[in-house]
């Protein structure tokens, strides 16, 4: 008897042990782990000279403005720093302070220049001159799982470098193209947006000329453009075409809408995005 009752525990014991891994082998294989978010410190037009603060001083109440905008970026240590274009108001004035400014910041800086840094129509001295300070006016960087694209939409405008702008043409397709072979998803980087209220809009100061833009519309979205990062309306716009976000912060020399100086903390998740003010 008491070799049966031996007998029923152990047979027992045994048929729970396959029924807890019959149980385990049915369960859902663990959920991937969530990529962690990165933060992008989104900064509007630094344009030195043109605030409305220390009339014929303004240059230099600009510059005291965005040194702090520097030590408040550090202290917050962001992935990414992008700064959104009219890096001074008049274009000579990029070599006083940029070169040192650059290397101020503890993160890595992508940067894209403004009507006020090249010009309209765009002329290749001033071209010249800003690759000489920042060493690129469009570049591609990958941060986490996100593929950056700083462009030159100035090209999109009058230009007297017509070979330069077919250059920047083929870098842009082919990297885009490269994106999304690689299943990366894109935030595009550039001065002027898109469009500021919607896609059809009339040709204006802020947006794309209307010729053309339809097409890179649909070919930012063709190849996963998530998120395009501008600056040059000096006022807060947030607006969407077919699933892209459009992003226009506040900036540090002069705000249309009367909004207070500062930035903008990107914060990218998984499940969407954060967008924070932070005041200088």
């Known amino acids: 008897m008491e070799q049966n009752r031996r007998d029923f525990i152990r047979s027992a014991a045994f048929l729970g042990a396959a029924a807890v891994a019959g149980r385990s082998s049915a369960q859902p294989k663990p959920a991937p782990k969530a990529a962690a978010a990165i933060r992008i410190a989104h900064c509007g037009d630094p344009q030195f000279g043109f605030g409305q ?12 403005r965005f040194e702090r905008l520097i030590k408040s970026v550090n202290r917050e240590r962001p ?21 040192r400014l650059l290397t101020l910041f503890k993160s890595p800086v992508l940067a894209t220049p403004g009507n006020h840094d ?67 998803p894109v935030i595009l980087c550039g001065h002027i947006p898109p469009f500021v209220s919607n896609a ?39 607006r969407a075409h077919k699933g892209m976000t459009i992003l226009n912060p506040e900036t540090t020399s002069r705000n249309f809408d009367q909004l207070p100086y500062g930035y903008r903390m990107m914060t990218l998740r998984d499940d969407g995005y954060g967008w924070d003010f932070i005041r200088v």
């Open 53 to 64: 603060e220390g009339g014929k001083n303004a240059y230099k109440y600009d510059l005291a």
């Open 79 to 99: 992935d990414l720093v992008f700064l959104a274009g009219d890096m001074t108001h008049v274009a000579h004035d990029v070599t006083r302070d940029w070169p």
């Open 118 to 184: 090249l010009g309209i129509p765009l002329l290749g001295r001033r071209l010249a001159r800003y690759r000489g300070v920042f060493g690129y006016d469009y570049k591609s960087m990958k941060v986490g799982k996100w593929r950056f694209i700083s462009g030159n939409t100035m090209y999109w405008h009058k230009t007297e470098e017509v070979e330069e702008k077919r250059k920047y043409e083929e870098w842009l397709a082919a990297e885009l193209a490269k994106a999304k072979a690689a299943h990366e």
């Open 200 to 238: 059809g809009e009339k040709d204006g100061y802020e947006n794309y000329p209307k010729a053309g833009r339809a097409a890179r519309l649909k070919m930012y979205l063709d190849h996963g453009v998530h998120y395009f990062l501008s600056g040059h309306t000096h006022r807060l716009i947030v």
